[in-house]
């Protein structure tokens, strides 16, 4: 009898602990009348992978609505027919939300158009409030002080102390709130801004990511991470940009770790194996690293990387890279023509197929399709 009572008390826990988790998106969508909807999340911000964690379809109502479960805050990506949008969200939050159709100044985009949502009555404690406010003061501050930044980067650095001092004291979240770190690494994203007053890359490495934990979830944070690491292997001494490329050439990761380890700011073993991870992504397009030694690193980080997390990020590494990689098989298509007539990669088996983007919206782009044409 204590047993079952025991059971029936754990399992009341559990479910009140999934409802604290649980979110509900109440959606209306006027323009989207009988068309899909589909929420995802970001699966890491490396590859920009999504995932879907519910779906549902606007009513005859203009409505829809969904329901999932989130572990811990993070940013959504909203999908109404082919239009999207974003949204941040927390643990056992409540939305209502307006999905409008695009702005009219904008043209019909083929692939869908990106759009702002409003919300309605949305609670003052709610995460989207403090980051709407931060990044309206954050736009209103490069608005006035860009141009400093270059012409007068004195006054630049004066005004951008303040701006920090002003956003600390407006702001009071505890260290490690998704808040916090979602203007932290902002903030860190304007120092990047080009001018006489930055701090060195190790000052910036020791003020933002040397004593932060990765924040994989954190979309400012994976910014801000993503664009410091970038192209590092280039700026790597000789000798250990030769360590690196000879670990490529034997397909070790081992070895690729090592190397990296000898940077000052690879010495934490968790960023330094996500770096690994961006670096292969960046190598790739390079002549001089072999792409299947490339893509049998993130193999073998699929299954044995040191770090859980880092799993499927090389899996999701590998996976873009092979999207569209020169010498795969090109991917199925079909294309209608004007008369309303269609074609397929298989109408072109045997025949060389050139494919041309462009967008429609920059004049130079129209301009050398005309080229093209002329000379088909």
């Known amino acids: ?109 083929p692939m869908g158009n990106k759009v702002e949502i409003s919300f309605l009555d949305l609670d003052s404690n709610d995460i989207n409030d403090p980051i709407m406010i931060f990044n309206n003061s954050w736009g209103n501050f ?4 860009y141009k400093k930044s270059r012409t007068e980067p004195a006054v630049y650095n004066k005004n951008f102390d303040l701006f920090k001092e002003n956003i600390s004291t407006y702001f009071k979240q505890d260290t490690g709130t998704y808040v916090y770190d979602y203007i932290r690494y902002s903030l860190a994203s304007i120092d990047n801004l080009p001018q006489s007053g930055n701090r060195n890359k190790y000052e910036k490495f020791d003020f933002y990511l040397k004593f932060s934990p990765v924040r994989y979830n954190n979309d400012a944070y994976m910014d801000y991470f993503k664009t410091y690491y970038a192209g590092m292997i280039n700026s790597l001494p000789m000798e250990r940009n030769n360590e690196v490329y000879m670990s490529v050439v034997k397909a070790s990761p081992t070895l690729m770790m090592r190397a990296l380890g000898k940077e000052i700011t690879l010495a934490n073993v968790r960023m330094r194996e996500l770096v ?36 499927p990020i090389a899996a999701n590494m590998k996976s873009r890279l092979k999207e569209i990689a020169s010498g795969s098989k090109a991917p199925e298509f079909i294309l209608t023509k004007t008369d309303e007539t269609k074609k397929s990669l298989n109408d072109f088996n045997g025949k060389y197929v050139y494919m041309h983007f462009f967008d429609p919206l920059v004049e130079n782009a129209s301009f050398e399709l005309v080229l093209l044409l002329c000379f088909h």
């Open 1 to 109: 009898m204590r047993a079952l009572l025991l059971i029936s008390f754990l399992l009341v826990l559990s479910h009140v602990g999934y409802a604290q988790k649980t979110i509900t998106i109440n959606g209306y969508a006027p323009k989207y009348i009988g068309l899909p909807v589909q929420l995802n999340v970001v699966s890491d911000y490396l590859t920009q992978k999504e995932s879907t964690i519910a779906t549902a379809e606007v009513g005859e109502d203009s409505t829809f609505t969904l329901i999932t479960y989130l572990e811990e805050a993070q940013k959504l990506v909203l999908y109404v027919g082919k239009n999207s949008s974003f949204m941040y969200a927390q643990p056992g939050g409540d939305y209502t939300i307006y999905f409008p159709d695009r702005d009219r100044r904008e043209p019909a985009r």
């Open 142 to 145: 490069l608005l006035k002080n």
């Open 276 to 311: 690994m991870i961006q670096a292969l992504g960046e190598m790739y397009y390079r002549k001089d690293y072999p792409q299947t030694n490339v893509l049998a690193i993130l193999d073998s980080l699929e299954t044995h990387a040191l770090f859980q997390a880092h799993r």
